[in-house]
């Protein structure tokens, strides 16, 4: 057993997203960033799994099926709530309203704790706790804290999140509260609370910091990818259109796609060889867009914070995300596209999701399916690239998890009082 732990152990690397100094991966959370050069670090598995037959061979369900590919050592460190394994949903009358041949829904709503946090957070709790730690915290916008919770309770590790005041769904501060979590609401925006629970995981080694910054969340949201492919019937799909807030969620499906194309997963996903992986388009929110306005000014090193980000799409209210550079890495190395959708366009595709698919997601959410009614109703030159291909959105969190942003914008005639009779109910329905 303990041969097999150090067998595994020698597959993967942690090393510097920009520089690629190498370091050990189980130093992690002593520091969060490149000791060389200060930028983000990622997890690189270095072993050959071309000969590999199948991932099902080794776990069982969901982000777990893929445990080989996942730098967790011992399974005895596995804390789960059965996470991933959600549907990919053709939306037929979707693409038939917008032109499109083929499109998908990948929904995330339907994890343990409603949103695509928990494929990060299964991993990053199982290794927090195999590296001994007994304190988590993130910042969050609301689903990272409600899964972080989940996540730290089962595994009866102590939780600290923070969160923007006042600017984060109610059912999300439900979660966190149910969850039995320690709550800080922060006098400021998200990337003000990120800032502060940064400082104070790097100064105190002791708290294990959970944002999506922590690359052992990254190889647990890759799989979203490896579903995508299977449930494709082992092919990529063409497009993959997904909300963009801090980066770590399109850095995660690129992530996951490119490992599929490059390091010999054919053979244990159909065999893709020959096959280029998706374009990624990264979509935000017009108020707090900056990782799409540096896409539209071409600047690959760089983006510029928006100080006072603004959108109804509170999940995704991020003014400086923390994965900028891997987000537009993904997108630039896909041949894909960021652009940003407006919050009246963002309740529209909320509710076209849900009123035609039966698909309920939080604002946040519905940005791919805005976009992608915005090319279709333009005919622009992006829809003739897309109308014919195979196109799958990520739509990362349950609609019912912030059900008052949708009430804010129901008609007064989509809700009628009538008076308890039969006649009263026959007159409106005539
Ligand atoms: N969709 C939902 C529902 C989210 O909650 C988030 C991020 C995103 C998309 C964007 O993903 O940040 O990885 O680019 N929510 C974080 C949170 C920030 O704290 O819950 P990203």
Same mark, same amino acid.
Not at 164 to 183: D, H, L, V
Not at 328 to 347: K, M, P, T
Not at 351 to 369: D, H, M, Q, W, Y
Not at 421 to 428: G, M
């Given at each position: ?152 309770? @089962?595994?009866?590790? @102590? ?63 890759? =799989? ?13 799909? /063409? ?23 490059? /390091? ?11 096959? =280029? ?33 603004? =959108? ?68 622009? /030159? ?49």
């Amino acid at each position: 057993m303990v041969s097999e732990i150090q067998q595994k152990r020698e597959q993967f690397v942690l090393r510097c997203f920009a520089c690629k100094t190498e370091f050990r991966i189980d130093d992690y959370g002593k520091f969060y960033r490149c000791l060389k050069c200060g930028n983000l670090l990622e997890i690189k598995r270095i072993a050959d799994l071309s000969s590999s037959k199948s991932p099902h061979a080794i776990a069982s369900y969901g982000v777990w099926n893929y445990f080989d590919l996942i730098p967790l050592w011992n399974k005895s460190n596995i804390v789960s709530l059965s996470e991933g394994g959600t549907p990919l949903i053709e939306c037929r009358n979707l693409a038939r309203s917008f032109g499109l041949k083929s499109l998908h829904v990948k929904f995330e709503g339907l994890n343990p704790t409603g949103s695509f946090k928990d494929r990060g957070m299964t991993v990053g709790v199982s290794k927090a706790k195999e590296l001994g730690y007994k304190i988590a915290m993130c910042a969050s916008t609301g689903n990272t804290s409600a899964s972080l919770s989940a996540y730290t309770a @089962r595994a009866q590790i @102590r939780c600290i999140v923070l969160v923007p005041k006042g600017k984060i769904a109610m059912g999300k501060m439900a979660q966190a509260i149910a969850y039995g979590a320690e709550i800080y609401q922060v006098e400021g925006n998200f990337d003000d609370s990120l800032r502060v629970a940064s400082e104070i995981c790097e100064r105190d080694n002791k708290i294990l910091l959970l944002n999506s910054l922590n690359p052992f969340r990254i190889e647990g949201q890759k =799989t979203v990818s490896f579903e995508i492919v299977e449930q494709l019937g082992g092919s990529m799909p /063409d497009f993959v259109v997904l909300p963009v807030g801090n980066g770590g969620n399109i850095t995660a499906a690129w992530k996951g796609f490119s490992e599929i194309f490059e /390091d010999g997963l054919g053979g244990l996903l159909g065999n893709q060889l020959g096959k =280029t992986p998706p374009m990624m388009i990264g979509v935000q929110a017009e108020g707090a867009a900056p990782i799409a306005r540096a896409f539209k000014e071409g600047r690959k090193d760089s983006i510029e914070p928006i100080l006072n980000p603004q =959108t109804e799409a509170s999940a995704i209210n991020i003014g400086s995300p923390i994965s900028w550079m891997k987000a537009l890495a993904a997108i630039y190395d896909s041949g894909g596209l960021a652009d940003s959708v407006s919050d009246e366009e963002i309740f529209s595709a909320q509710k076209l999701l849900a009123s035609r698919e039966g698909l309920f997601v939080e604002p946040a959410s519905a940005t791919p399916i805005a976009y992608l009614a915005r090319i279709a109703s333009a005919r622009s /030159d992006e829809f003739d690239q897309m109308k014919d291909s195979v196109i799958a959105c990520i739509c990362t969190g349950s609609g019912l998890k912030d059900p008052n942003a949708l009430l804010k914008g129901v008609k007064p005639d989509q809700i009628q009082t009538i008076s308890a009779d039969t006649k009263s109910l026959e007159k409106v329905l005539a």
